[in-house]
């Protein structure tokens, strides 16, 4: 539904010699019900109703905007059905399919069953954030640098940036995180990949890489446990996290888990946060390493055995996966050993 082409109300019906918009015309309303909201995909991974009827109420808005215009009928009664029975307020409970779209032809995506509301069972685990989409979308851009590589995230969550990391080419990913219903959720999250994927591996076998349904695994970590954190350095050549830097009280012992999985010059660890707390995001920068310079707006980090830069990824386009929050100030730290 997010690639529908809002911006082109400019051509007109030809096939039918109408002059009325092409997305406006009746017969373009009944292609959009039959391949957008009765489509195979849609029906099987449904996303939020309040998502459906937030689409087709800016779609009907739309074409009553137009000159000529008239409504299709289907559209309309299956619009006032759903959103007569929809909890449109902000914030609403309950679970929903969500796909991310990792290319531009729409063929390689993640779907993720999440929660609408930002806490559900004492986690906000359960639903994908900024920084996790800034993420995913680094390493779609940039797909180099996990591709043949071993990855293990931290605080996975729902997991979209290691299942990214796995569409683009991972060797193997463990996804890992320390909540009993995130862990539940992540897992139930790739069973359905492995489902997903299997099913376009039968309908176009050269359009996705067959490891991709089988190298993503699931794994409870507790970073206070350090010595579990370094038996997994044998197993990370890259380890990604997304938003875990948030809580003060537990940056130290994020720091410490680095430490022991980025072991060698060879791994490196990318951290994306968002920016809510400067103290608290300059706390995770302090105890990783002190402030030595700048250079390319780019800044960079040294201590005794870490070294890291920073980046801003507020301003950068995401092209494939969706459209950012303008409002959302998103870092990108990069940690390895010197």
């Known amino acids: 539904m997010r690639k529908f082409i809002w911006g082109d109300w400019e051509s ?11 997305l ?20 099987s991974y449904s996303p939020s109703h309040q998502y459906i009827v937030f689409f087709l109420k800016k779609y009907i ?18 619009y006032v059905s759903l959103a007569a029975t929809t909890n449109l307020s902000a914030g609403a409970a309950g679970m929903c399919y969500k796909t991310y779209t990792l290319d531009k032809d729409q063929y390689t995506k993640v779907v993720l069953n999440e929660e609408q509301m930002m806490i559900s069972q004492g986690t906000t685990g359960l639903q994908t954030w900024e920084a996790s989409l800034r993420l995913a979308d680094f390493f779609v851009e940039h797909p180099d640098i996990v591709r043949g590589q071993k990855v293990v995230e931290l605080g996975a969550g729902c997991g979209l940036a290691g299942f990214a990391c796995a ?15 995130v862990l539940k959720l992540l897992e139930a999250n790739r069973l359905k990949m492995r489902l997903h994927v299997a099913g376009l591996l039968r309908k176009a076998p050269n359009m996705v890489d067959p490891a991709f349904k089988d190298n993503v695994q699931v794994a409870e970590l507790d970073w206070e446990h350090t010595d579990e954190c370094a038996k997994l350095s044998d197993s990370a050549d890259v380890v990604i996290g997304a938003d875990i830097t948030y809580d003060p009280t537990i940056v130290p012992v994020l720091v410490g888990a680095l430490k022991e999985m980025v072991a060698t010059s060879q791994q490196v660890a990318y951290i994306t946060a968002t920016i809510r707390n400067q103290e608290t995001f300059d706390l995770f920068l ?9 250079c390319n707006a780019v800044h ?25 929050n303008p409002m959302a100030d998103i870092r990108l730290v990069l940690i390895t050993r010197k």
């Open 12 to 22: 007109t019906d030809l096939e039918r010699d109408e002059n009325v918009a092409l």
């Open 300 to 324: 960079v980090y040294e201590s005794g055995v870490l070294v890291k830069s920073v980046m801003d990824l507020s301003e950068t386009k995401m092209t494939t996966l969706c459209h950012p």
């Open 24 to 43: 406006a015309c009746v017969r373009v309303q009944g292609e959009v019900m039959k391949t957008i909201i009765f489509h195979e995909h849609t029906t």
């Open 61 to 78: 808005e739309k074409i009553e905007s137009m000159p000529n215009y008239d409504l299709d009928d289907e559209l309309m009664e299956f």
């Open 286 to 294: 302090q105890l990783v390493g002190k402030y030595s310079s700048i």
């Open 167 to 181: 569409a683009v080419g991972a060797a193997h990913v463990l996804s890992t995180d320390c909540s009993t219903a």
